[in-house]
């Protein structure tokens, strides 16, 4: 992964529509006999921030576009952020070309998500 460069998303606020495609890998095209991979992203890193003085749950899938199908969860199901407060996830989770990054809150602006982690090529 010497090739791969950080990088960071957001911050975005949350709407309530849970099916709102958060993240997604570019794809690439290429001219006549030139064309390039797709890239992917590997997330290391989710910050979720509550700016109400209510506490705001967020959930998250990993699919396709606009699709929160079940057994697609992933990094939290309806999960409570404190009021004025946050929540961290790390791990490695990545994302092709093909996969979204869907989810939303319990109420619309109130939480913001932030992320970092490293962009590659498929190759």
Not at 6 to 24: D, E
Not at 70 to 81: C, D, F, H, L, Y
């Amino acid at each position: 992964m010497a090739s791969n460069k950080t990088f960071r998303f957001g911050p975005v606020a949350l709407t309530n529509t849970l099916t709102t495609n958060i993240l997604n890998p570019p794809t690439a095209a290429g001219g006549t006999n030139a064309g390039s991979s797709s890239q992917y992203i590997v997330v290391r890193h989710i910050r979720i921030v509550n700016k109400t003085a209510g506490a705001v749950t967020c959930s998250f899938w990993l699919g396709a576009s606009v699709t929160n199908a079940p057994g697609t969860e992933v990094i939290a199901q309806a999960t409570s952020v404190a009021a004025n407060s946050y929540i961290d996830w790390y791990g490695s989770l990545r994302l092709d070309a093909a996969d979204f990054l869907v989810g939303g809150a319990s109420a619309g602006t109130s939480l913001s998500i932030e992320g970092e982690g490293e962009i590659g090529v498929s190759g």
